[in-house]
């Protein structure tokens, strides 16, 4: 049974940081990501990793975040440094396991999150100013 549960959401100042984490289960995933999704606003995507330990970033997050994975854990991590308002969103973490988002590309997509088959059920991030 496929399962993804995120942890790590909560409240911080802007500048702070918060990590969160996700806990897969079911399958070996050849893109992950995190996703988010801010009130009245589309979901976007933020990073992705391919088993292979690839990244790709969002520009709004280059620099600050850091996504990385244990593949002998499963999981799934995405570090977040000097947080911003505009980071406030609910984080999703998504997994592809047919690799679907990644295609012919060096990296996984994260433009469209169709391409992402299992999702968890979120997690708030709240910065404050």
């Known amino acids: 049974q496929v399962q993804l549960v995120e942890s790590g959401g909560g409240s911080v100042q802007a500048g702070g940081s918060l990590r969160l984490s996700c806990a897969a289960s079911?399958?070996?995933?050849?893109?992950m990501a995190w996703f988010r999704q801010a009130p009245g606003k589309e979901r976007e995507g933020v990073a992705a990793?391919?088993?292979?330990?690839?990244?790709n970033y969002a520009d709004s997050v280059k620099g600050r975040f850091t996504i990385y994975r244990d593949s002998a854990k499963n999981t799934l991590n995405l570090q977040m440094n000097s947080l911003k308002p505009e980071d406030t969103a609910i984080y999703y973490c998504?997994?592809?396991?047919?690799?679907?988002?990644?295609?012919?590309?060096?990296?996984?997509?994260?433009?469209?999150?169709?391409?992402?088959?299992?999702w968890g059920q979120g997690t708030q991030v709240t910065v404050s100013s």
């Open positions: 998504a997994a592809d396991r047919s690799g679907l988002a990644k295609g012919g590309w060096l990296t996984c997509g994260i433009n469209y999150s169709y391409e992402y088959n299992y």
């Open positions: 079911g399958y070996t995933y050849v893109c």
């Open positions: 990793i391919d088993n292979y330990g690839s990244t």
